[in-house]
């Protein structure tokens, strides 16, 4: 008996240590600003999952794949789907899928770079509008009236904004065709003013789950002139419009990302799940 | 100094040197509005008057003479006009000259740029505008800094709704310059005008979010980029006015007083002919 104990002991020991160690690890995932990443990304996993299997790119098997290494952005596009919303803002029986990603957070930081004035990032997005039963390509005004939805209805809201209170004025806009993955798009230019999130926190948001809690802030949602690109494209046969979007404050940044992520995307069809 | 009729009420500020000084509010009443959209429409005609003579060989000195008499004729003082010791009765800024040009006797050439900035006095309150001329043929250049510059003007204009900080007028601008590597001058703004010609409201043509003055229903003020090819960066002649690029790159200004509404901006210095001054080719005279 006296020989086991020890060992039973030692083992009880080395099992709470380890229980120990985990839950340090989870509260600090949990509370820890230094860990706002690692808990944005596993719990936007969890997120995008629920919405994803709803979206327009699941149901029929259509997506853009981005590629986001290197470019200073966070690293996975999160979905998020408002059918009713774009039906009742467009008008029609419409489904619409937006995938997402905003800048990265920075090292030790425990918020995205998205909150923060000095960084080429800031206030900036990209990813993919689904548009799926306009029975049509979609026209200038309702690419323009997609992204307002998206930026004034959806982002900014998210980010404690009002969409009553949220700005979207177009400022200037150009179409043009360009040929990229093999097919046709168009693609449209624009200079928007529009709210960026610098805020300083009153209370919780839910969204600082995901961009972690910004830092105080001496404005309140300023004003930016952003800097827009979408590439559209249209397949009659699941009357879809894709609209592959980057938006940030300068248009050289916009440039790179356009260039680094939106003309090497790949439009993929996989089998439609059943 | 050209004569003003006894019959055209003077400013108070008129032969006096020193600084205006207003501490008034910055939101003028229905009755000042209303008085400015006139002083506004003669300002804006004048200049019209005055850009309809615009030729090779035609000096500033006559463009001064043309619109001082069209102000006088339709009872409006030149605000200009000896203003803290301003000698003429419009500013004339020619190429790199970005503003406060004083007019004289030098011939104009083709292919220069002239700047007229004209202001009304009448009523007791000011419509103060600007625009930028072609004198024959102008290089492309030329030519597309001035279209810039006007479309700069109104994006900045579009961009003036209740709320908003006046800083947000300058951001519009900037940007939009900075795609094209235009300068934009920082040390001349746009200004509050109503009663006073510079209330002291200050309205900048650049990106600072420290100026965080918020717009309101009825406050009446200038917006008036200034852009350059070249450096922003400004000096002064020793006449104490002329203001020009320190590079000598060619400059472009647009100007328009405007009022803010309950849903966005009307612009005061609109011409009798209900169409704003557009600026770059010189205006025809209309037949008679």
Redesign the interface.
């Known amino acids: 008996m006296s020989s086991v104990q020890p060992a039973r002991r030692r083992r009880r020991r080395r099992w709470l240590t380890a229980a120990l160690i985990v839950l340090v690890l989870l509260g600090n995932l949990a509370f820890n600003p230094w860990c706002a990443r690692w808990r944005s990304l596993a719990l936007m996993a969890g997120y995008d999952q629920a919405y994803e299997r709803a979206s327009v790119s699941y149901e029929t098997g259509v997506s853009a794949e981005m590629p986001l290494a290197g470019t200073g952005l966070y690293p996975r596009l999160i979905t998020f789907n408002a059918d009713e919303q774009m039906s009742a803002w467009l008008g029609g029986d419409l489904r619409f899928t937006v995938d997402f990603t905003f800048a990265d957070f920075e090292p030790w930081r425990g918020y995205s770079a998205i909150y923060d004035p000095d960084d080429p990032l800031f206030g900036a997005y990209l990813g993919a509008y689904y548009v799926q039963g306009l029975g049509r390509e979609m026209t200038a005004t309702e690419v323009t009236q997609v992204a307002e939805f998206d930026q004034r209805l959806l982002a900014l809201p998210a980010l404690g904004l009002s969409s009553r209170n949220a700005t979207f004025d177009l400022l200037d806009s150009s179409a043009s065709a360009i040929w990229f993955d093999d097919r046709q798009w168009t693609a449209y230019q624009a200079s928007v003013l529009t709210n960026c999130p610098a805020h300083t926190p009153e209370g919780f948001l839910l969204s600082y789950l995901q961009f972690g809690k910004p830092p105080a802030s001496d404005q309140q949602y300023p004003l930016c002139v952003m800097a827009a690109q979408i590439d559209v494209t249209y397949l009659p046969a699941e009357d879809l419009s894709i609209g592959l979007y980057v938006m940030t404050t300068s248009q050289d940044e916009t440039a790179r990302l356009h260039q680094e992520v939106s003309l090497q995307t790949q439009i993929v069809q996989r089998p439609v799940p059943r | 100094m050209r004569h003003v009729p006894a019959s055209v009420p003077k400013p108070p500020y008129a032969g006096v040197m020193a600084a205006e000084h207003y501490e008034g509010s910055h939101v003028q009443s229905a009755e000042v509005i209303a008085a400015m959209r006139e002083a506004g429409r003669i300002a804006a005609d004048s200049i019209l008057a005055a850009a309809s003579e615009i030729r090779p060989g035609v000096t500033t000195d006559h463009l001064d003479v043309v619109t001082h008499e069209y102000l006088c004729d339709h009872g409006a003082y030149p605000a200009s006009l000896d203003y803290r010791g301003f000698p003429k009765s419009v500013c004339t800024s020619v190429n790199e000259v970005i503003c406060h040009g004083i007019p004289d006797a030098r011939p104009l050439r083709d292919g220069d740029l002239v700047k007229i900035d004209s202001t009304a006095y009448i009523n007791g309150v000011h419509g103060d505008n600007c625009a930028t001329f072609y004198v024959g043929e102008v290089s492309e250049e030329a030519r597309l800094l001035t279209e810039r510059t006007r479309e700069a003007l109104y ?1 900045g204009i ?2 003036v709704k209740p709320g ?2 006046l800083s ?1 007028i300058g ?2 601008i900037e ?2 310059a ?2 094209f590597g235009y300068g934009v001058v920082r040390e001349y703004t746009g200004h509050g005008v109503h009663t006073a010609f510079h209330s002291g409201l200050i309205v900048l043509h650049y990106d600072e ?1 420290m100026l965080n003055t918020t717009m309101k229903p009825g406050m009446t003020f200038t917006i008036e980029p200034m852009l350059t090819l070249g450096s922003p960066r400004t000096k002064q002649w020793d006449d104490g006015w002329t203001v020009l690029t320190q590079d000598g790159s060619w400059s472009a200004q647009f100007e328009q007083t405007l009022v803010v509404t309950e849903t966005g901006s009307e612009i005061l210095t609109v011409p009798s002919s209900g169409e704003l001054i557009q600026g770059g080719e010189v205006p025809q005279p209309p037949l008679s």
């Open positions: 994006r579009k961009a908003r900080p947000v951001r519009v940007s939009y900075k795609r979010p």
